[in-house]
């Protein structure tokens, strides 16, 4: 089906709000990754859920950032009291049992 | 920790050249090596993705190699064009059942007529 979307595309808000990003993968997709993506920078990993679990959450960079996936299909991350050093690009990626990860075209964020 | 590094950070060349895109990494542990494109403001594409058991996997004008022992991998490509122009991104997944990648800062690549 189609591919990975997110939403929204761009999140303007102010320090000390709280946020949600959305990520749609792709259909029958098991697995599922959140990255960040600074300017200038490669992605840098934050969270991965294989179904509705967290198998590994290292990436998370402090306990303001949550991510859910109840159903095992669409995932949520939840950044608490933003701060400007949030601001980044999120990517979502899913993947099936053949490794190969697909992205989304990823939520802009700026932290005003 | 795994590190990986790309050079040249930016590369420009004229139409029709043929280039090489360089990637390490500091862990040869690795499980698979994932080559990606990305346009300015969009996500990535994934272009090429090579086990750690092989040595290279080819797609159109794109070839990408893995020498796993000295932790580097490289993206040729053939007969360059003004649409190949994007910022280029490997990715190494780690063995031992994680799941994760972990990526260079890309090579910003122009095409030029």
Known sequence: ?112 | KQEVTQIPAALSVPEGENLVLNCSFTDSAIYNLQWFRQDPGKGLTSLLLIQSSQREQTSGRLNASLDKSSGRSTLYIAASQPGDSATYLCAVRRGGGGNKLTFGTGTQLKVEL
Request: aromatic share 10%; charged share 20%.
């Open chain 1, 1 to 112: 089906g189609a591919g990975v979307s997110q939403t929204p595309s761009n999140k303007v808000t102010e320090k000390g709000k709280y946020v949600e990003l959305r990520c749609d993968p792709i259909s029958g997709h098991t697995a599922l990754y959140w990255y960040r993506q600074s300017l200038g920078q490669g992605p840098e990993f934050l969270i991965y859920f294989q179904g509705t679990g967290a198998a590994d959450d290292s990436g998370l960079p402090n306990d303001r950032f949550f991510a859910v996936r109840p159903e095992g299909s669409v995932s949520t991350l939840k950044i608490q009291r933003t701060e400007r050093g949030d601001s980044a690009v999120y990517l979502c990626a899913s993947s099936s049992e053949a490794d190969t990860q697909y992205f989304g075209p990823g939520t802009r964020l700026t932290v005003l």
